[in-house]
């Protein structure tokens, strides 16, 4: 079964930055597209990014491209997000999964068989 767990998030000021990881048991996670989605206050869970697992370049939605990296670590079975250039707007728990969705579904959350319990992250001043 795979299992997978956040870290990182907090509380940080406007313009600050944060970086979550997401470490992946069980299971064969180098076949597995891995992303982040995010549920901001009084919102559906929204795509952040989505990093193929052969791939070096992610899917980003626009409002965080060019602010958010993210990057994969097969090996320690671990992804990465780093969030520079914060914003309230970024206020959400975010949400790092895994699963095989095909092209036109790799920002659907129901595309994703594997979540994690989320992880609190707070822009504020």
């Known amino acids: 079964q795979v299992q997978l767990v956040e870290s990182g998030g907090g509380l940080v000021q406007p313009g600050g930055s944060l970086r979550l990881s997401c470490e992946v048991s069980g299971g064969t996670f180098r076949g597995y597209t891995a992303a982040w989605f995010r549920q901001r206050p009084g919102k559906d869970r929204e795509f952040v990014t989505a990093l193929r697992p052969t791939s070096s370049n992610p899917y980003y939605t626009n409002s965080v491209e060019g602010r958010f990296t993210f990057s994969r670590d097969n090996a320690r079975k671990t992804v990465y997000l780093q969030m520079n250039s914060l914003t309230p707007e970024d206020t959400a728990v975010y949400y790092c999964?895994?699963?095989?969705?095909?092209?036109?579904?790799?920002?659907?959350?129901?595309?994703?068989?594997?979540w994690g319990q989320g992880t609190q992250v707070t822009v504020s001043s």
């Open positions: 999964a895994a699963g095989t969705p095909i092209t036109s579904t790799v920002r659907a959350p129901s595309a994703y068989a594997h």
